[in-house]
């Protein structure tokens, strides 16, 4: 009898090319996307050499987090980004990989590009020089993050040695309110097990939620795994997955398409296969989220007050709460929803696709962003960005004040143009609190685009149930 296997331990056991000795295994990588900022060392290397590209088709370039979200087409008007985007360009033009035009209708986000047009799929290794590669995983993909020197092991040998993580089981029961979302349920998983709680597992997500979640929920509970600090996150491929992925430019066709099903149908995790580790959580009790300090698991409800140090009885603790605390410009035992906004981002690679925009539009539609308050929706894509046009949400947006971008990472980094001044606070959609994350002096409070977009309404954090 063959042992029962998680959905990790069968993606793992499928690109095992050999054991390496020391303990890791060399493992065969099915995909690479790159994007401007983490590949030009590898590109370097490569060139300095004097190799190419092993499998140059499985490889994806795109421009994402240095591009300008105001103009599309024409120069770049910030000469880094310029830079940045030509370096690329030049790079994939001269190793023949596969491009997304900066203009052209495929680009966008990495990790929302790729499954958009069906480059990342089910059974496959993916790996990107990015640590939120772990929204593939929402395909059944096994992916992960690396770094430039790995990107140019992948280019030359398609291969990549890895150590094996342990399991992490992470089932959601109950029933969820319906202005409950996926970023919700991560930020309190966050909240729960902490920004390292879960470090060196595979994390794969199960329960009936699951089941009924669509894929770009999926993809925000992977996506937002790396901030619980693992490398992967995952859920198995069912019939959403594939009716997602079906007539996907880079999809499987015809009887390729029937053989693949099936094969990813033999994915998912064996009933009774052991984890290392089980983390349930009850979405009855969920209620919205919002970060008020500068890690992501620093996240209460809406409901919540502002921690007070005084009352941490460890001491590390308390120090990281009271650094937090002045950093964010706040006051122990403030009401959250009583927190003045200056800014609002709707975007990045865990809410900037197209259910995000709908989200956020129906808590938008026929209100204003309040006084004094900006506000940016930047899709997840140029396609996103097509598809809400064509379903009019451009004009709610627009219409009740705030400004409609072009594709790009945008606020969730600054790397562009678009960031906060110093002490300006940010309801954002994004994944990281991080100091300085939107801004050097930036304050960034993490929360589901529907939270967002009531706080751009009411001018402070807000509970979304409020709007229903
Ligand atoms: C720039 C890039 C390497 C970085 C990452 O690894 O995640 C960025 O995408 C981020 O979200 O911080
Ligand atoms: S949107 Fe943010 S988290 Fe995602 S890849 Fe870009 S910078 Fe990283």
Request: proline fraction near 6%; glycine fraction near 10%; charge should be negative.
């Amino acid at each position: 009898m063959t042992a029962l296997r998680t959905l990790y331990e069968k993606l793992w056991d499928s690109h095992v090319v050999a054991e390496l000795p020391g303990g890791d295994s060399l493992l065969y990588i099915d995909r690479h996307i790159v994007h401007e900022v983490s590949s030009p060392q590898a590109f370097v290397a490569m060139r300095e050499s004097g190799r190419k590209l092993r499998r140059p088709e499985t490889h994806l370039g795109v421009a994402d987090h240095a591009v300008p979200t105001r103009t599309r087409g024409g120069e770049i008007p910030d000469p880094q980004a310029r830079a940045q985007v030509a370096e690329l360009e030049g790079n994939v033009a001269e190793f023949g990989v596969p491009y997304a035009d900066l203009t052209g209708p495929e680009q966008g986000i990495v990790h929302v590009i790729g499954p958009e047009t069906g480059f990342t799929l089910p059974g496959t290794t993916v790996v990107c020089g990015d640590s939120h590669t772990t929204t593939h995983g929402a395909f059944g993909a096994l992916a992960f993050g690396i770094g430039a020197s790995e990107q140019g092991t992948v280019m030359a040998a398609q291969a990549l040695p890895q150590g094996k993580a342990r399991t992490m089981k992470v089932e959601l029961v109950g029933k969820r309110h319906p202005l409950i979302d996926a970023k919700d349920i991560a930020l309190a998983l966050i909240a729960r097990i902490g920004a390292h709680g879960a470090v060196g597992h595979a994390v794969e997500y199960v329960g009936p939620a699951i089941a009924g979640m669509a894929m770009s929920e999926r993809m925000t509970l992977c996506n937002m795994t790396i901030e619980a600090g693992s490398r992967m996150g995952m859920v198995a491929p069912d019939e959403v997955t594939f009716a997602y992925l079906k007539g996907r430019r880079l999809a499987p066709r015809g009887a390729a398409w029937e053989a693949a099903t099936a094969y990813w149908r033999t994915l998912a995790s064996d009933p009774g296969a052991a984890y290392d580790r089980i983390v349930t959580l009850d979405l009855d009790l969920i209620e919205p989220q919002v970060s008020w300090g500068t890690s992501p698991n620093q996240t209460l409800p809406i409901g919540a007050m502002v921690p007070s140090p005084a009352a941490i009885a460890d001491a590390s603790e308390r120090r990281e709460t009271e650094k937090a605390l002045a950093y964010m410009g706040l006051e122990a035992g403030q009401p959250l929803s009583s927190v003045a906004i200056d800014h609002v981002f709707i975007g990045s690679c865990t809410n900037g696709r197209i259910e995000d925009l709908r989200a956020a539009a129906r808590i938008a539609q026929g209100r204003k962003v309040a006084d004094g308050v900006r506000a940016i929706v930047v899709p997840g894509s140029a396609a996103t960005r097509a598809l809400a046009e064509a379903e009019g949400l451009d004009h709610i947006f627009r219409d009740a004040g705030f400004e409609w971008r072009f594709a790009g990472c945008s606020m969730c980094v600054a790397m562009n143009e678009d960031r906060l001044a110093p002490g300006e606070r940010c309801a954002s959609t994004s994944n990281r609190n991080f100091e300085g994350r939107q801004g050097p002096g930036g304050r960034t409070h993490l929360m589901s685009p529907a939270m967002a977009a009531a706080a751009a309404v009411s001018g402070h954090l807000a509970d979304v149930r409020d709007f229903a």
